[in-house]
């Protein structure tokens, strides 16, 4: 899941910037059509932008929805940036990242170069259990539609968040919408797969959900992107299922085991050795429960 | 592959052209003849205008003479010339020469073209494959200082290729890497990554090779053919190790044939293309060669693919195993479902289902697994895993005493086609022997002996033909065919000398010789029983039933000691018990001996030794019932009532000890049997105090007291403490039967139905074996006639009558049977019920008034006036005290009733009147309406 986000948002990734007057941020405005300038974006009138040229001596008023696209400058450190990611410093990343686009926040509407960032917030702030700003993110690139596949992505997130953050209502809705609710089968995405099974952990179906998780790892296991991911919900399944049948920690940990060897240092990695403390209370509790029913 | 060789060569012609003479052109000709300075302006010009060919004499003719210079100068020209020369033999294919040359310059000073110079060399041993020499070049050049980025690269190419060829697999594994990494073509980093991937499995170097399997997988490197066959080779070779962890991680990366193939075509296709496009543009041939020597390296290894046998099934099915082996279930339960749901009728997806099976039973998800079976054995009657199947579900309801399950089998064990093999014989008579023991616990012993049968006729050889015979034997002696069972149990002890039961069968031979009342026989089955096992578990019972047979022995002058013997059996009864039943029976069996002789004192005694030996697990409420009457006998009331009230404050604490309960009702019928009145009140008094001197924590013992009190203080005080404890919702994990019964009671004479149901499932579903259960039932059979259920009451009756019997307490059920009967119009059997009250000694009194009225009432609705009339002439005639003479004046009412139906006027005034002189009847309230009758009738 976060692999390929990872890598097309790194592609090009950063540490901005020329100092940046508040009002005043060099672009270039792109027109339907293709039709474009360079420039410097003076000000945001509700539903205008006022744009200057850098051959015209007064401002233009053009209207925010007519424009296609703004590229921005932004400059990148993208190996400092990747370094941060391999480290998992996500909250540095966030709050690096949140300080670049803080001047752009009021073009936030308008697609932008910009985007590929908020792609990487969104994930970044799912990852860290801000789930709404992760939704906000969201919501914005799904009404983006110059990237049908990072829509695609953008729609994940907002299911996941929603579960993440407890929602289910609004979670099972949104996914009716997208028709992930139906379809379940041995081939179905491993996106689909993934979010359903959420959903019923969520709703403490853990059989059912175990299902849904064992089929992303058994018939996409050449999917790094979903493997990582899978492999660690699957692994706190078969935690909760050790409630009912303590043979299922043993299983838990055996996926524990493989996190371990496949994705070293990793966020998965640092979350299934947590789980893995759970586990070892859990098994004592149960011991002792064993032990005080003797 | 020569990949490297190509773009190796690329790399290096562009280095080359970097470091060329920018000198002057100069002519082919008789350079002997001409100054240095001329020679070298020629080689200088031909190279500049690219013509090697024609500079390569005027180098050597430099070198010639300028190669045994010593001064740096000299040096130095005849070092730039051997360069140059080198490079001028590279660009026109004489390799060979041009790498003596570079020798040359390797082996002089000055190198300022070093690093070229060894990337060249390393180049022209590409052709010959002197992989040892390119790994010693690119060795040398990495020994370098201050390396470029490029010639870094370029080093590690050339190593990791060397050393991947000369199977140094973990030494290739760096340089790959490196190159891997910083290539700046797709293709060659593709390659890098599939050799990467090659040499760590060769050198089984895992968990690195995991670690660089999710980034190339991230690449269309994934799809490459001999990557994947790579995997699933060495994956194999794993799981036949059994290193399952290991082949399960490679196992899982490889692609489906499919997918591989058609990427490959693709790829085919987009390299035929672009070569077509840039031979019409015009390459060189070497390139054509080249790239069409790769098109050919890819259908190849698609023709490998496709000429491999169908390897997909087999590697999901071995993923399965290996998931369910290191306990991931689930991922193996999804993959044996694929399987199996794509090939039901194949071998393979059989034995998927039959592995699906088993995670299912692994995981706990048993409904799964039984649907799963039942719809294959639907299916599939003639599967090749039916049995299987079949066997594992019936074993799983077996041990989880899930027997009507089991026995629900039965259709699929028979729809099983006839084992023709000896492994098939030996299961279906396994399945034969499940089914008998699921009928044998669902007490259907007729067909458990049947399958024992089937066993025995059919598959008399199998392991379980053996116990069958036991087990018919059983199924015999439990429904009182000792006949049977007595050949069943010998005929084992003939065939089975050293048999698991033939001590069983000695036993049970015994007690069937008993039960045919060949006393002497069983006597004698007994005896040996005890003197062969003397240590087996049921020696005990022995002694016991072998006492039974001294105890009923009439004592004569030759024999008068036969109550000793037996005595001494129940002695050794109790002293050999392994069980506190086994105890409990020739305890009390003694104790009935001792009784017939007035052996009170040794009843105490036994009683004592027995609750003893036995602690807690004594039936304590039965042993100090004996003592209690034993004390009683002796005069020693007092000491009989202590007695039970020290048992009841002993363990009337615990609810599930319902032995006490026992003894409350015993101390209710030896205090109004034995204790003055003074004395009851006495014991009430003392039964109150116990109450405000116990810990309040004790709510069950308190409650125990509260309701021995009450029942003490007679009915109607008991019955209220029943409808107290209803009204104060009391919680019922502190009642005990006692208790339930009065809230029952209360329940059903209130006609509080929700009540009436909720206490009775709890009494029965608790106390299951109590003998107060009676009351749940008759609360239970009151609240189906509440809601009109009239099936449902007779239901409860059935099922009530089936436990207690005609037992003194069960007159209700008897007269609610006939009742019920009578309103569902079903006259004659209602009758007949009422009529069965009358054959029960134990119900006589007004049930038997009761019962004679409602006799009359189902001939007067049949219409049989004369019947009726006598019927209810009966009533009054013979019950005339019962309830206060309640039924007597129902009886003279009913038949002046029939008598005027009948048109017998003067016979109903004198029946009217009979009743009016009656004592029993003419104060009962019933006799104003008769004096009004009359009244109006004009009689006086």
């Known amino acids: ?294 | 592959m020569k990949f490297f060789n190509r773009i190796g060569g690329s790399a290096l012609k562009a280095s080359m052209l970097a470091a060329l003479f920018c000198s002057g052109a100069a002519l082919a000709q008789d350079y002997k003849s001409m100054g240095i300075t001329g020679v070298v302006g020629s080689a200088d010009r031909m190279l500049q205008r690219g013509d090697y060919r024609g500079a390569i004499p005027a180098l050597e003719e430099v070198i010639s003479r300028t190669g045994g210079l010593t001064d740096p100068t000299g040096k130095d020209t005849a070092q730039t010339c051997r360069f140059q020369l080198a490079r001028a033999y590279y660009q026109v294919g004489d390799f060979a020469s041009g790498m003596g040359v570079l020798e040359d310059y390797l082996e002089n000073e000055p190198r300022k073209k070093e690093r070229l110079a060894l990337r060249m060399m390393a180049q022209g041993f590409f052709d010959t494959e002197d992989w040892d020499k390119i790994e010693s070049l690119a060795d040398r050049l990495l020994a370098l200082p201050d390396l470029e980025k490029d010639d870094r690269y370029n080093a590690n190419l050339l190593l990791g290729q060397a050393r991947y060829r000369l199977e140094k697999w973990t030494e290739a594994v760096d340089p790959l890497s490196y190159a891997a990494e910083f290539a700046k073509e797709e293709q060659v980093r593709g390659l890098c990554q599939i050799m990467i991937v090659r040499a760590l499995v060769e050198a089984e170097n895992w968990s690195v090779l995991f670690g660089k399997l999710p980034a190339i997988y991230r690449t269309d490197s994934k799809y490459d053919i001999n990557l994947n066959l790579t995997l699933m080779k060495a994956g194999k070779a794993l799981y036949e190790q059994d290193d399952f962890l290991n082949a399960l991680l490679l196992y899982r990366w490889v692609l489906p044939r499919e997918e591989l193939l058609d990427f490959a075509n693709k790829r085919v296709t987009r390299l035929e293309k672009k070569l077509q496009a840039d031979v019409k543009r015009g390459i060189a041939d070497a390139e054509i060669e080249e790239r069409r020597g790769q098109i050919t390296n890819i259908q190849e290894s698609m023709t490998t693919l496709r000429e491999l046998p169908p390897y997909e099934d087999e590697v999901t099915f071995r993923i399965g195993q290996i998931y369910a082996t290191v306990k991931r279930y689930w991922e193996g339960y999804v993959l044996f479902d694929k399987l199996y749901q794509q090939d039901r009728d194949g071998e393979l997806g059989e034995a998927a289902m039959l592995q699906s099976v088993l995670i299912l039973y692994d995981v706990g998800e048993i409904a799964r697994a039984e649907e799963r079976i039942l719809l294959y054995l639907t299916e599939k009657p003639d599967g090749i895993y039916a049995r299987t199947l079949l066997s594992m579900m019936m074993r799983d309801n077996l041990i989880k005493q899930n027997f009507a399950r089991v026995v629900e089998l039965r259709t699929h064990v028979e729809a099983v086609p006839a084992p023709q093999t000896e492994d098939d014989r030996s299961l279906q008579a396994d399945l034969h022997f499940m089914l008998s023991f699921g009928y044998f616990q669902s007490r259907e012993y007729k067909s458990a002996g049947e399958q024992f049968g089937v066993i025995l006729d059919d598959y008399a050889k199998s392991d379980p033909a053996p116990d069958s015979e036991y087990y018919r034997g059983m199924t015999y002696l439990m429904v009182g065919d000792y006949k049977n069972a007595l050949n069943d149990f010998k005929g084992y002890q003939q065939n089975n000398e050293y048999g698991e039961h033939v001590a069983a069968s000695l036993f049970r031979e015994a007690v069937c010789e008993f039960g045919l009342e060949n006393i002497a026989e069983a006597e004698a089955a007994f005896s040996k029983f005890i003197e062969t096992f003397p240590e087996n578990g049921l020696v005990s019972e022995a002694y016991s039933m072998r006492g039974d047979i001294e105890a009923s022995k009439e004592a004569t002058n030759d024999d008068p000691y036969t109550l000793d013997r037996a005595l001494a059996d129940y002695r050794k009864g109790i002293d050999k018990a392994t069980t506190q039943m086994q105890a409990s029976y020739a305890a009390f069996q003694a104790a009935k001996v001792y009784k017939l002789e007035y052996k009170w004192q040794e009843i105490i005694d036994l009683m004592n030794y027995y609750m003893d030996r036995w602690e807690e697990q004594a039936d304590v409420a039965e042993a100090v019932f004996w003592v209690g009457q034993a004390q009683i006998e002796l005069g020693q009331v007092d000491e009989a009532v202590a007695a039970y009230l020290d048992s009841i404050e002993r363990f009337g604490n615990d609810a599930t000890q319902q032995g006490v309960d026992k003894i409350m009702l015993e101390l209710i019928k030896v205090a109004s049997g034995h204790l003055s009145d003074e004395d009851r009140e006495g014991l009430a008094v003392k039964l109150k105090l116990k109450q405000t001197n116990i810990d309040a924590r004790a709510t069950v013992l308190l409650l125990r007291l509260r309701v021995a009190q009450a029942m003490l203080q007679g009915d109607d005080i008991a019955a209220a403490l029943g409808a107290e404890l209803l009204e104060q919702n009391v919680d019922l994990t502190i009642t005990s039967p006692a208790s339930l019964a009065l809230m029952c009671d209360a329940a059903a004479k209130t006609g509080n139905i929700d009540e009436m149901e909720r206490l009775s499932d709890y009494f029965m579903t608790t106390y299951e074996e109590s003998e107060l259960l009676w009351h749940a039932y008759r609360a239970k059979a009151e609240k189906s006639k509440a809601e009109g259920d009239d099936w449902g009451v007779l239901q409860v009756i059935d099922d009530a009558q089936g436990m207690f019997g005609a037992d003194p307490d069960m007159g209700w059920a008897q007269i609610l049977k006939a009742e019920t009967e009578f309103k569902m119009e079903k006259y004659a059997e209602a009758e007949a019920s009422y009529n069965m009250v009358m054959g029960v000694a134990e119900w006589r009194g007004p049930l038997f008034a009761e019962a004679m009225y409602g006799m009359g009432k189902c001939r007067l609705a049949k219409g049989d006036l004369e019947a009726a009339h006598s019927f209810f002439q009966r009533v009054y005639l013979l019950y005339k005290s019962y309830s206060d003479g309640d039924w007597a004046a129902k009886g003279y009412l009913a038949a002046a009733d029939v008598a005027f139906k009948m048109g017998e006027e003067e016979k109903a005034v004198n029946t009217l009147k009979a009743m009016l002189e009656d004592v029993y009847t003419n104060t009962n309230p019933l006799a104003e309406q008769v004096r009004q009758q009359l009244k109006k009738l004009g009689v006086e």
């Open chain 1, 1 to 294: 899941m976060n692999g390929n986000f990872i890598t097309l948002t790194l592609a090009g990734v950063f540490a901005l910037s020329a100092a940046l007057e508040a009002a005043q941020l060099p672009a270039k405005l792109v027109m339907p059509g293709d039709k474009s300038w360079e420039g410097t974006i003076i000000a945001r009138d509700g539903e205008w932008i006022e744009f200057q040229t850098g051959t015209s001596a007064r401002a233009i008023r053009i209207g925010a929805k007519t424009v296609k696209e703004l590229v921005f400058e932004v400059k990148i450190d993208s190996d400092k940036l990747n370094e941060m990611n391999r480290n998992r410093e996500y909250e540095r990343i966030i709050s690096s990242l949140d300080r670049v686009l803080a001047p752009f926040a009021e073009f936030g509407d308008i697609p932008s170069n910009l985007t590929v960032y908020k792609a990487l917030l969104m994930e970044l702030r799912y990852k860290t259990g801000d789930y709404d700003k992760s939704m906000a993110y969201a919501d914005q690139i799904i009404m983006d539609d110059r990237d049908p596949a990072l829509q695609d992505k953008s729609r994940v997130f907002k299911a996941l968040s929603l579960i993440g953050a407890g929602r289910v209502d609004e979670a099972e809705k949104l996914m009716a919408e997208y028709g992930w609710s139906e379809g379940l089968e041995d081939d179905a995405s491993p996106e689909k797969l993934y979010i359903t099974a959420k959903l019923l952990a969520l709703k403490k179906q853990y059989a059912d959900a175990m299902e849904l998780v064992a089929k992303i790892i058994a018939f996409n296991s050449q999917d790094p992107d979903w493997m990582q991911p899978a492999e660690l919900l699957c692994a706190e399944i078969y935690t909760e299922l050790g409630a009912q049948n303590p043979m299922m920690y043993d299983s838990a940990e055996e996926v524990i085991r493989q996190i371990s060897l496949l994705y070293k240092n990793t966020n998965e990695d640092d979350q299934a050795q947590k789980l893995k403390i759970r586990i070892e209370g859990l098994r004592a509790e149960q011991e002792l429960k064993q032990s005080e029913e003797v």
